[in-house]
């Protein structure tokens, strides 16, 4: 029975606005380059940056991929 009750806890904590996986996928590219940027990614996508809340797995590929746009932006030694 706690499984049921957790799962539907979870599903009661979801944010409306959540974009899920693929979606956020779509456009977590412009997500990075926005962070790097120092623009507030999550006022240009709110969805994106509603899943990135509830979703680890995103969470660390947009952190990724902002740390490549962020060691591609370095100059050469």
């Known amino acids: ?3 049921s009750r957790e799962r539907i806890e979870r599903f009661l904590a ?3 606005r959540d974009v899920g996986c693929d979606e956020a996928m779509a456009v977590m ?3 990075a380059e926005l962070l790097a940027a120092g ?3 999550a ?3 709110p969805g994106v940056a509603a899943h ?3 979703c680890e797995a995103c969470a660390e590929d947009v952190d990724g ?3 490549a746009v962020q060691e591609a932006e370095l100059p050469p030694d």
Do not use: E, I, N, R
Request: proline share 5%; charged share 10%; no cysteine.
């Open 29 to 31: 590219h412009l997500y």
């Open 43 to 45: 006022q240009h996508y």
């Open 39 to 41: 623009v507030d990614a």
């Open 65 to 67: 991929l902002l740390a």
């Open 52 to 54: 990135l809340a509830a």
């Open 14 to 16: 979801t944010d409306p």
């Open 1 to 3: 029975m706690t499984g």
